[in-house]
């Protein structure tokens, strides 16, 4: 019979050469999309003359890329989720949150893609992002390499239940619920977003730089789109005022202009130097990227996508770094077993060759 050790190292999942490279395009690909569709492609009608074509081309650019997302992110969920679910150690009740979760969160995007969802469908998204994150927090808390991004995970998780439930109290009318919630959403978005980054790009000046793009990604754009609303206005200053606008259109929260626009931006900037930060390959900040790139639009088909794959690429990582620590050990045990076994024959030869002999002529 084998033995529980080589079941279990027989179905982890291997790394595969280039898989990194494509989920980093895929991410960086979400990425885009996202600012397309949410950002740009809202902003440019109204904000200048003579470009209606450049409308029409943003809009299916968009729509396109909005469409490629989704369906990678299904071939994503899918294929990890057919990845993860075989590993062992992983609990029955963890695969029955996170396998029926997936499968209903697929179904919706697919649904979603040929009509627009009913908003109780939308609030349904919101709590099976927030499962999907909240699920393989306590496996993920046990790896030393995956520990940080368990609190990423949660906080997300957390903030994503947080803005389901203000929308929820807004629906029925409720004026102080929803402001403390989204308070509440919005501090653990910025810590969130900190953490992150600091997790991945370790210390040293990686950091440094890392902190210093995360800085101009959100302060430049505040800066011009600072005038975009007064009659003196540039081009391009109501092209940025009217993005950060279209980007924190359902802001619930009564804050000054430049604080909104701030807050707003805080997850695409740490999104896309997590992006940057995979390379040459890092999965647990393609994990993390992914996570925070969700955030913005809690409820939002796409968006629960990308929660929902970026818990199972973690849980994923998880399972190679064990896998990796496991072979660590073994072979530090295999060096050390030969130079053993010798001493215990030497030991042994000195009683073999005192016993008497038996063997007759």
């Known amino acids: 019979?084998?033995?529980?050790?080589?079941?279990?190292?027989?179905?982890?999942?291997?790394?595969?050469?280039?898989?990194?490279?494509?989920?980093?395009?895929?991410?960086?690909?979400?990425?885009?999309?996202?600012?397309?569709?949410?950002?740009?492609?809202?902003?440019?009608?109204?904000?200048?003359?003579?470009?209606?074509?450049?409308?029409?081309?943003?809009?299916?650019?968009?729509?396109?890329?909005?469409?490629?997302?989704?369906?990678?992110?299904?071939?994503?969920?899918?294929?990890?989720?057919?990845?993860?679910?075989p590993l062992p150690g992983l609990g029955v009740g963890l695969r029955m949150l996170i396998a029926p979760t997936t499968l209903a969160v697929v179904a919706l995007v697919?649904?979603?893609?040929?009509?627009?969802?009913?908003?109780t469908l939308s609030s349904v998204l919101g709590v099976a992002a927030a499962v999907a994150l909240l699920a393989p927090a306590p496996l993920l808390f046990s790896g030393p390499e995956t520990r940080l991004a368990a609190v990423v995970l949660t906080g997300a998780g957390i903030a994503t239940?947080?803005?389901?439930?203000?929308?929820?109290?807004?629906?029925?009318?409720?004026?102080?619920?929803?402001?403390?919630?989204?308070?509440?959403?919005?501090?653990?978005?910025?810590?969130?977003?900190?953490?992150?980054?600091?997790s991945r790009a370790r210390r040293g000046s990686r950091l440094t730089a890392s902190v210093l793009a995360f800085t101009v990604l959100v302060l430049v754009p505040v800066a011009i789109a600072a005038g975009g609303d007064g009659h003196a206005a540039s081009g391009i200053e109501v092209l940025f005022y009217r993005s950060l606008e279209a980007l924190s259109d359902p802001w619930p929260l009564l804050l000054p202009t430049w604080l909104e626009h701030t807050a707003t931006l805080v997850p695409f900037a740490a999104s896309a130097v997590l992006i940057v930060l995979c390379l040459p390959r890092d999965d647990l900040a393609v994990a993390l990227a992914l996570c925070l790139l969700g955030r913005p639009a809690p409820g939002a088909p796409i968006a629960t996508l990308l929660s929902a794959g970026a818990a199972l690429l973690a849980t994923r990582v998880f399972y190679v770094s064990f896998r990796r620590g496991a072979g660590a050990r073994d072979g530090s045990a295999r060096q050390r077993g030969p130079r053993s076994a010798p001493s215990d024959a030497d030991h042994a030869r000195p009683n073999a060759a005192s016993a008497p002999s038996t063997t007759t002529r």
């Open 1 to 85: 019979m084998r033995s529980v050790n080589a079941i279990a190292t027989s179905t982890r999942p291997r790394p595969v050469e280039g898989a990194g490279v494509s989920l980093i395009a895929y991410a960086a690909a979400a990425w885009l999309a996202a600012v397309f569709a949410r950002a740009l492609s809202p902003a440019l009608p109204g904000s200048a003359v003579g470009i209606a074509e450049l409308i029409w081309s943003t809009r299916f650019g968009a729509a396109c890329a909005s469409q490629l997302v989704a369906a990678g992110g299904i071939a994503l969920c899918i294929r990890l989720l057919g990845t993860v679910l």
């Open 110 to 119: 697919v649904s979603a893609a040929t009509r627009p969802l009913d908003p």
């Open 161 to 198: 239940g947080c803005d389901v439930l203000a929308m929820e109290l807004g629906r029925k009318g409720d004026t102080g619920g929803p402001e403390q919630l989204a308070a509440a959403a919005l501090v653990l978005d910025l810590a969130l977003a900190a953490l992150a980054i600091a």
